[in-house]
């Protein structure tokens, strides 16, 4: 915590971008695509905060995201999203059973959102029952295209035969939210899939909540007249926040877009580390003001101390249910919390470097 704010990093994830996890025979987007993750590593990260390539494309554990969450950032509670992506990948890209580790070695710190592909029919629909009722998942994670053979095929929310019953298998198991990747396609792939248009089938089913990710990229007054048609829309900060770095004035007009649309109570922040080191982007936003000249010629809101608290982490709890002072009181003084203390100041990627005996000031 923050002076007593609480932070929620609502994207998280532990990838594997070793190139034993290519999958046989050798797909041929992959290589584009690990080329582009690292890429984007490198864009949305001050120099002070960027790994080697070696460092970053690697098989990361779920015990080396909670040090750099929970020891070398003021994360407090955090969402892992597993990634469907075994077009590419033996495992996904990013495994599900990592996060699983996570929250039972940390449960009142580590929250579940499960990969399922709507295009494998009955398998995805057991697959949300296990993550929902089995495992504790609050939500499940969408990625909105399959790729065969060069091509790009479009998953959509709204599509009757396999979107749709993924959505009310979720409402059956008693999920909070569907997240879904949206505006940002990495590597040859078409745009067209990531639009937002299938988010519109969130007015047909108000019982859940429904979570686009990546708003600022593209689509941006799409996403925001979703805000404000649909309550059950929320948007997620993951990669946006980091344009702070890198196009400042890009960061102001979306999120003011986002809020003078939706207001401030349906957007949540999120680093995506480990794809950025939480710590610095989180820095970034709360000294982040937004300009004067938005506010008065734009008419975009403020975005006051109260705004960034509900952003940090209480829209995310009352998404998801959760006790915001119960939530706090959990994490107050805890291993993690103690470990922190300890560690300050905080050195950016201090857990992998020590484990493998690398200069952490270098």
Known sequence: MIDGTLVVDAVVHAINGSRNNVAE??????????EGIYGLHMLLSPESHRLERGEFLRDWSGEEL?????????????????????????????RLDKGVEMKRRTPHRVCLHAAVNPLEGERALEQVEHAIRDLGAHGI?????????????????????YGIPVIEKAIE??????????????????????????????????????EVLHPGFAF????????ARYPNVYVNLEWTVSLLFSAPRRFAEVLGSLMYWGGEDRILWAS?????????????????????????????????????????????????????????????????????????PHQPWATIREASGLDTEA
Not at 25 to 34: C, H, T, V
Not at 313 to 318: A, D, L, M, Q, V
């Open 25 to 34: 025979p050798i797909e041929p987007m992959a290589e584009p695509l690990l």
């Open 66 to 94: 909670e040090g750099v969450l929970f020891r070398e950032s003021d994360v407090d509670l955090c969402d892992y999203h597993s990634l469907p992506l075994d077009d590419f990948f033996v495992d996904g890209f990013v």
């Open 141 to 161: 994670k969408i990625y909105p295209a399959r790729f065969v053979n060069g091509q790009t095929i479009p998953v959509r929310l709204d599509d009757p035969k």
């Open 173 to 210: 198991c008693g999920a909070r939210c569907i997240a879904v990747h949206k505006y940002f396609p990495v590597g040859p792939t078409r745009l067209s899939a990531y639009g937002v248009d299938d988010v519109e089938i969130a007015g047909a089913y108000p019982q859940i909540n429904f």
């Open 220 to 227: 941006v007054e799409e996403t925001a007249w979703l805000l």
């Open 272 to 344: 995506g580390a480990m794809a950025v080191h939480p710590q610095v982007v989180l820095e970034a936003f709360l000294d982040f003001e937004m300009p004067e000249e938005l506010v008065q010629g734009y008419g975009f809101p403020p975005l006051t101390e109260h705004a960034k608290r509900k952003l940090l982490g209480e829209n995310y709890c009352r998404l998801h249910g959760l006790d915001i002072e119960g939530v706090k009181a959990s994490v107050a003084n805890d291993d993690w919390a103690q470990q922190r203390h300890a560690a300050t």
